[in-house]
């Protein structure tokens, strides 16, 4: 489904429902409410909770109570809960709209001024009241600390050079002003991994040194085991990692195991802020059990109905053996879901490589063009995607209305004999007797690619890419890593290339930043350096020193200073010709479905959905909150039977 647009120069957020029941009690903490160990469940939803009328959805109401059983392949991995939980300052709905979810409301003045509201009665996961105070010790003491945030206040905070100015007029009001027009403000504040604007004072207030003696500190910094208060805050203060079970939490579940087990358990929030019409406090599920598996063990679990709800380590690949489970009696659905990333797979040539004449031979964009145009897309979708797979370069999905066809195919149709001619015109005519073209030192080219080794896909397009390089001259040769280590080999110039999804946001609207395509990240696998001059303003990295990519800079900044939707998406259109004539990422296919495995008793999960980092969060955006179990389906086990 499209975006929809959604101007928010001005903007005041809609009416919410109002409950008209009362809030009913959980079983799963009656016993803890009837010892008087906790509030009764009245008492512990905002006074103004977010109510969720889920027949207007098309959804059915649930029931509490159950486990949902998931996987993931990394025990870091455990901060996906966040990342399905989705509870957001703002957050997208299921038609990818911006509602205001844990702030009760808020407003925008010509795109500059924001006023955040909350919801009064508001409580953090151990029952401590979430208020302004919150937000103003994130700016006071942790945005604005240098020894907490060396680099100030983060990049949504900032227009250009200048920083905002927030002010806490009241316990349920905080207002963030820029002097400009800031687009990019909102958006953030729903991502998947957002920037979190707000801490829980009340409980990090004993490890910063603004609140304690020196002596306090020091003892603590002894006991804990770290160099001084700045690293013990910092690794007790992720609110996206969630790996400190102490840290009070806005998500629907809280961590209730304290790690270094392969098994975790997250336990329903007591004072979530969102509601059922009804007035059944969500979430319905009780418990998340999220357990970590081999990767190559995902589909086999999964098959074996280990599972409730399972996307990531699943691959297109693994949709025989999931239907072959169904058919065999497991206690699962599989639907298959669009992609929303903007291209499957994508080589990502490393322009800040360290190796000087590999560099320089990587920044001749005659070289990038031969390495896709020597790509045979179609072999790959039909071998790997039943040819399902949308074929061509990186650009914007057919969904968004940015979307050109001749950006899908520019430099992306198999053409050997062009990839010849543009890498003879480069001067790198001269072969060793196995056919392998010699870079200017040389050398042979061998084009070494690294992936994080999670995908099988991967592997087995390359395998085919290996062979149509190799009647061009191009040696490729494949190492995979653990995505650690790939990711910080890519951000230290020493990776030549790397291999990855394409862009997150593959339905960009006129409206959607477009931060991603210009050098303002590391995490673009293309120009690390660049993005790390941009993010740390010129602490670290290189300056940008290629004319493309300074004018996507360019155009980056011209996009966040105007207001005029038609100028806005001209902007984009100019910034995705510029990346489908430069292939800084070339794309191999996108929108290749992606299974989901579903509990024959989970309910609400929709049948066709969009499996998207941002915008969607994965599950996220299809609230997991709102899954409930119930009896397996009649009219299911009669097909099965």
Known sequence: MPVTAQPLDVFVAPTQSTLTVPVGESAFWRAEVEKGQMDAAPDRVPDVPLVVDLEAKGRSFGQQGGTLRTMVTRTKDVRQMVVYGYARLVGYDHEYRLRPDILRDFEVDRGRTFTLHLRPGHRWSD????????????????????????????????????????????????????????????????????????????????????????????????????????????????????????????????????????????????????????????????????????????????????????ARGLDFRDTSILKKGEADGSPYRTYLWSNGAASQIAIYPNLNFADPVWREVIRDVRFRRALSLSIDRTIINRALYFGLGKEGGMTALAASPLFDPENLTKWAIYDPETANALLDDMGLAERDRSGIRLLPDGRPMEFVIET?????????????????????????????????????????????????????????????????????????????????????????????????????????????????????????????????????????LSEAPQPIVVSDRLRNVPEKGKWAWDPGAHFGVHRVDEFWFGEPDEELAQVRE
């Open 127 to 310: 029952g401590v009241p979430f208020t302004s105070a919150d937000f103003e010790y994130w700016w006071n003491h942790v945005a604005n600390n240098p020894e907490l945030s060396p680099n100030g206040p983060p990049e949504i905070m900032r227009v250009g050079d200048d920083v905002a100015t927030v002010t806490f007029p009241d316990a349920h009001t905080v207002v963030v002003s820029f002097p400009r027009a800031n687009p990019r403000f909102l958006p953030a504040l729903a991502q998947a991994s957002p920037p979190f604007i707000y801490r829980p004072a009340h409980y990090l207030k004993q490890f910063h040194v603004d609140f304690n003696t020196v002596e306090q500190m020091e003892e603590m910094i002894d006991k804990k085991r770290v160099r001084g208060w700045a690293p013990l805050h910092n690794k007790l203060d992720n609110m996206y990692k969630f790996d400190n079970h102490e840290l009070p939490t806005l998500q629907p579940w809280m961590p209730a195991s304290t790690g270094g087990a392969s098994r975790y358990l997250f336990v329903r929030n007591p004072y979530f802020h969102r509601v059922d019409a009804r007035g059944v406090q969500l979430p319905y599920i009780d418990v998340v059990e999220m357990n970590v598996v081999g990767s190559g063990l995902v589909a086999a679990k999964a098959n074996a109905g280990e599972v409730d709800l399972q």
């Open 452 to 588: 994080a080794g999670e995908r099988q896909e991967v592997e087995n397009a390359l395998a085919i890419i290996t062979d149509t390089w190799r009647d061009v001259g191009i040696k490729l040769i494949m190492r995979p890593l653990d995505r650690d280590i790939l990711r910080n080999r890519v951000f230290s110039g020493v990776t030549m290339a790397a291999v990855w999804f394409g862009w997150d946001n593959g339905i960009p609207q006129a409206y959607t930043p477009p931060s991603y395509l210009a050098p303002t990240d590391q995490v673009f696998f293309a120009w690390p350096k660049w993005g790390q001059y941009y993010q740390t303003q010129g602490a670290a990295g290189e300056r940008i020193d290629m004319p493309a990519a300074g004018k996507l800079m360019d155009l980056n900044r011209r996009w966040g200073q105007t207001r005029d939707p038609v100028q806005r998406a001209a902007i984009w259109r100019e910034m995705l010709a510029i990346h489908a004539d430069q292939q800084f990422g070339i794309g191999v």
